[in-house]
């Protein structure tokens, strides 16, 4: 999808996405986030 950041709720999820993320060598392109993090950094902005 062109995503640069990938947020999860669940921190199975969370830890399958960044494998998956890492497998695919994809660390510089693509960010996982859990949700929590995702709104902390929409309020800071």
Do not use: R
């Not at 999820?13 to 494998?19: F, P, S, W, Y």
């Not at 497998?23 to 996982?32: A, T």
């Amino acid at each position: 999808t062109g995503a640069s950041v990938i947020a999860a709720a669940c921190p199975f999820c969370n830890t399958m996405m960044t494998d998956g993320v890492k497998n695919s060598n994809k660390e510089e392109e693509v960010q996982v986030l859990d949700i929590a993090e995702l709104v902390a950094m929409s309020i800071k902005n």
